[in-house]
């Protein structure tokens, strides 16, 4: 299937800190897309990016949809516990989804 | 909760047997899809019903198969299980299946453990 790289792999963070998380590939993606997933839970969508360019906002999330359309980052503003989870971006053409490795954060109080 | 639902939530077998994985998608939605979760591979696509139909096919193997039934829900069919087969199995459901836009919602998945 079609690669994405996911960085980081894995981040610690101090709350109230911002973070930053990016995706790359070597394909082109009609949509863009940020799930968050939990300990024994699925994949929860976050942000959908359907244009190259696009900034998204959720909160306190923000995304963009890369100008190549080969990339996208999100960006989570002054981090709180409850934003421990592994983040997952996936870039969608037709109906396949195509995942990242995901980045795990952990919040340290 | 995402409104799709999976059944079981977990599942232990022996090398050999089949299991069936069951999945009701979000009231409206027509499409579901499959994935497979595990720590090497990550999240993969297996494969797509929409109404009924298969749509796409991802990374399933020979030894898997799918259906979705006139009421929309589906199952997956895992046979002749060997050990890499353990991983958790997610369904997703969306709306029309149209290309591109149609985003997708996921399951609780089921955590599979052959041994």
């Known amino acids: 299937g079609q690669q994405l790289n996911q960085s980081p792999q894995s981040m610690f963070i101090q709350e109230g800190e911002d973070v930053s998380m990016n995706c790359t590939s070597s394909?082109?993606?009609?949509?863009w897309l940020w799930y968050k997933q939990e300990p024994g839970e699925g994949p929860v969508l976050l942000i959908a990016?359907?244009?190259?360019?696009e900034l998204t906002s959720n909160g306190r999330l923000t995304a963009q949809f890369g100008i190549t359309r080969k990339d996208s980052f999100l960006n989570i503003s002054a981090s709180i516990p409850s934003d421990v989870g592994i983040y997952f971006c996936?870039?969608?053409?037709?109906?396949?989804?195509?995942f990242g490795a995901g980045t795990t954060v952990t919040v340290r109080a | 909760d995402s409104g799709v639902t999976q059944t079981p939530k977990h599942l232990i077998t022996a090398t050999g047997q089949r299991v069936t994985l069951r999945c009701s998608p979000r009231?409206?939605?027509?499409?579901v899809y499959w994935y497979q979760q595990s720590l090497d591979q990550g999240l993969q696509f297996l494969i797509q019903?929409?109404?009924?139909?298969?749509?796409a096919k991802g990374n399933i193997l020979e030894r898997f198969s799918a259906q979705q039934f006139p009421d929309l829900h589906s199952e997956l069919n895992l046979s002749s299980l060997e050990l890499g087969d353990s991983a958790l199995y997610f369904c997703?459901?969306?709306?029309?299946?149209?290309?591109?836009?149609?985003?997708?919602?996921f399951g609780p998945g089921t955590r599979l453990t052959v041994l």
């Open positions: 997703a459901s969306s709306g029309s299946g149209a290309a591109g836009t149609d985003t997708q919602y």
């Open positions: 394909s082109i993606f009609n949509t």
């Open positions: 990016l359907y244009k190259a360019g």
């Open positions: 996936a870039g969608q053409n037709d109906y396949k989804l195509s």
């Open positions: 009231s409206g939605d027509l499409s």
């Open positions: 019903y929409y109404n009924g139909e298969e749509r």
